[in-house]
């Protein structure tokens, strides 16, 4: 892509306004607590420390909007005490120009290199910063700096206290996320049943997973309902896949079709109600039909083999979504919800339910799931989230793991931290006054990518035009006193908080205003004009800019390793489950988990990349884009294939698969030489697996029958994915060597 092209692009995306649901609740609790704070300050400190105060209190509410598992009430603490930190620190050394550009530059590294521990804190740390440069300017003295440190933490507690004191939607956050994953489990059921092959996006399921993981003080005040349906949600996958798929048995047309349509419509239903309970916290409310569905005897008259154990595992699994959803209510609530399970439980032939959950694929950890299962296991412990200060050792050991050549992150820290430097000299020597204009502009700008750099950019300036423009008409017009200069401040504030998920431009629009207005009740010259600080703003914009121009951190360059490490995570997946099947284990398959878990990561780390490089002006891509999309689309079906190996995962007294072994540690030992050659710009050779496969099937020939071929069967599907990536890569991919759906994501 061309640099015309991508400014055009990156331009676009920053000036986008979206259609989002708003939480006015929320707006109004963290708007109620910034005139709280302000008020309190005007009326013991004045103006002055008002303005320090309600920096603090409008940072910390900002802080409780970033998408973290954290509880609210930490994040507003942890903003306000590091911004009066920071303040205090700031003032200090402000009179000293080199000394003050020396813990500037200090301050902007760090805060570049909190990206390391998740965006959440990167987010916070470069707010911080930026919001530091304008506060250092308020104080007189080392005392009052002090005091206005104190007051900046004094905003940081009464916004804590407040969500403390006014919960909205308790746990709302965690119960969006499981209810996302269950939906987007009752998608891919309907979707089953128009295209057996769909693909499935697994971010839901991990959002879900990532949701789960609470401290020991949460796991005692979570809600029933959120403890459990994630773990069996995970499970019902593979199942739904394995029912749907024409190669394990059930023919694209004709009864055994229809019946499992009529399976995967109901699992649809049943997935969506389940959803709907966990979202509001009402009770589970069952279509009819659906629990008719499940429970009817024809599925074990038309469905035999694999789909009939698919079947039957999943009608056990739904009744577990449905037991754990429901949660704890009244006697009646309970009554009906466990009758509802127990109808949809009971499969009309084969195994016991309890027996149908004992030797489904569980796959999950210990630690990684709650609930009871259907056979009477016990509730497995809670994920677990470190405390605060538990946190500190983890977040420092990832930030020095970015101090390291080619880091993306190092890079931005070097950036951020130059550029902050340089737009604060250029703000001091230009004549406008109020410099830190510039600085602040930058700083709130950068992102480790370039797509987010130059679009925040762009949106920044033009908010600025407009917040700055109606905010200084509006001081022109009225003359604003204190009072009416804080109203306006708070007001500003709230249409921030209620409207920053609409867009950037729209939320910059409201913080200019927002600082125009409590600066000016704070004595500033209200004489500053539209154009000097719509100047200074374009001089930090620009500033980030050219710095990623000439510094960047591409992610071009690196598809081919984020390929390379999907594809060894995807072959690891695969060799465990094939593993399985050598050494059959009674339950918690932690190595088939974690092998998955790392293959998800890896596919999302792949598909970022990709989505990344497609808006950066660099030509050489390293990677065709007809190569990058035969690729993901062979590593999707290697996945699938291991998936549906998984589906079926033996119990322990299981007939163990000898050939297994051999096949496993083929696929692990070749995905790991060819995810080296793909980084080597080779082609992947898979001659050990197809050896491996092909001696697995001369000694086959000689035995007088297979009990079961369906792993034999799984493992061609996975020889045949490996050899499809092989021919994208090179680009000598078929398209009619395998039916391709428009748009096909990875699996």
């Known amino acids: 892509m061309s640099w015309l092209r991508a400014l055009k692009e990156t331009a676009r995306s920053g000036l986008s306004i979206e259609r989002r649901r708003l939480e006015p609740l929320i707006a109004i609790r963290g708007a109620a607590g910034l005139a709280l704070v302000i008020g309190i300050s005007l009326a013991f400190f004045g103006p002055v420390v008002a303005a320090s105060s309600a920096f603090g209190a409008f940072q910390a509410a900002i802080a409780t909007f970033q998408r973290s598992w954290r509880p609210r009430p930490v994040l507003a603490l942890v903003s306000g005490a590091s911004l009066a930190v920071s303040t205090f620190l700031g003032y200090l050394t402000g009179s000293r120009l080199v000394l003050f550009l020396a813990l500037l530059v200090l301050w902007t590294f760090v805060a570049g290199l909190a990206w390391a521990a998740g965006p959440t804190a990167g987010i916070i740390a470069a707010s911080n910063v930026a919001i530091m440069l304008v506060t250092v300017t308020l104080p007189t003295s080392v005392a009052n700096s002090a005091v206005h440190a104190m007051m900046i933490l004094f905003g940081g507690i009464v916004q804590a206290a407040l969500i403390v004191l006014f919960p909205v939607r308790r746990w709302g956050a965690q119960r969006d996320a499981l209810a996302d994953a269950l939906a987007a489990e009752a998608d891919y059921a309907r979707r089953l049943r128009h295209d057996p092959l769909a693909p499935f996006d697994p971010v839901p399921l991990m959002t879900a997973r990532s949701a789960a993981a609470v401290t020991p003080r949460q796991a005692r005040r979570r809600p029933p309902e959120l403890r459990g349906s994630r773990g069996v949600a995970e499970r019902i996958r593979p199942v739904l896949a394995s029912l749907a798929d024409p190669s394990l048995g059930v023919p694209s047309e004709g009864p055994e079709r229809e019946r499992v349509r009529e399976l995967l419509a109901a699992a649809g239903s049943v997935l969506d109600s389940a959803a709907r309970a966990i979202r509001h916290g009402d009770p589970v409310e069952l279509a009819p039909s659906a629990v008719a569905a499940l429970k009817t005897p024809d ?81 497995a412990p809670h994920r677990r989230r470190p405390t605060l200060l538990r946190l500190v050792p983890v977040v420092l050991a990832a930030m020095r793991a970015e101090l390291r050549p080619g880091s993306p992150i190092l890079r931005h820290a070097v950036r951020v931290s130059v550029v902050a430097a340089g737009g604060y000299l250029i703000g001091t020597v230009l004549p406008f006054g109020h410099g830190y204009w510039a600085p602040m502009a930058a700083v709130m700008v950068m992102r480790p990518e370039f797509s987010q750099t130059y679009a925040r950019s762009v949106a920044r300036f033009g908010g600025t035009i407009v917040g700055v423009s109606l905010a200084t008409a509006i001081v022109q017009t009225t003359h604003p006193g204190v009072t009416t200069a804080a109203a306006l401040s708070v007001l500003c504030a709230l249409l921030m908080y209620l409207l920053m998920r609409t867009g950037y431009v729209v939320g910059q629009a409201c913080v200019s205003a927002y600082v125009v207005f409590l600066l000016g009740m704070a004595g500033d010259n209200w004489s500053q004009t539209v154009l000097e600080r719509v100047v200074l703003t374009l001089a930090g914009g620009l500033l980030a800019m050219i710095s990623y121009a000439l510094y960047p951190a591409w992610e071009t360059p690196r598809l081919r390793g984020r390929l390379g490490d999907w594809l060894k995570a995807d072959g690891r997946y695969a060799a465990s489950v094939v593993d399985q099947y050598a050494e059959p284990a009674e339950r918690g398959h932690d190595d088939v988990r974690s092998a998955l878990l790392d293959t998800r990561e890896a596919r999302v780390a792949w598909q970022e990349a990709l989505a990344t490089a497609q808006h950066e002006p660099v030509r050489n891509r390293g990677l065709s884009r007809s190569a990058a999309d035969d690729t993901q689309h062979a590593l999707a079906q290697l996945g699938r294939a291991a998936m549906l190996l998984e589906a079926h995962l033996p119990g322990g007294g299981a007939t163990p698969v000898p050939d297994a072994a051999h096949l496993a540690e083929a696929l692990r030992r070749a995905t790991e030489q060819g995810a080296k050659a793909v980084r080597e710009r080779r082609v992947p050779d898979w001659t050990e697996v197809r050896e491996a496969l092909a001696e697995w099937d001369a000694r086959q020939r000689t035995d007088e029958g297979e009990a079961d071929p369906f792993v034999r069967e799984g493992a061609h599907l996975l020889l045949e994915a490996l050899e499809e990536f092989s021919r994208g890569l090179d680009g000598r991919s078929e398209s009619g060597t395998k039916p391709k759906s428009p748009g096909r994501k990875a699996d």
Request: aromatic share 0%; glycine share 12%; net charge negative.
């Open 299 to 379: 599925t074990g008259t038309l469905l035999t083999g694999p789909p009939l154990r698919a079947a039957d595992r999943l009608g056990a699994l739904l009744s577990d979504v449905i037991e754990t959803a429901e949660g704890e209510g009244t006697k009646e609530q309970e009554a009906k919800a466990e009758a509802a399970a127990e109808a949809i439980k009971a499969p009309a032939n084969g195994p016991p339910a309890s027996e149908a959950v004992r030797t489904a694929p569980d796959g999950t950890p210990a630690a990684d799931t709650a609930g009871t299962a259907s056979d009477g296991t016990p509730a």
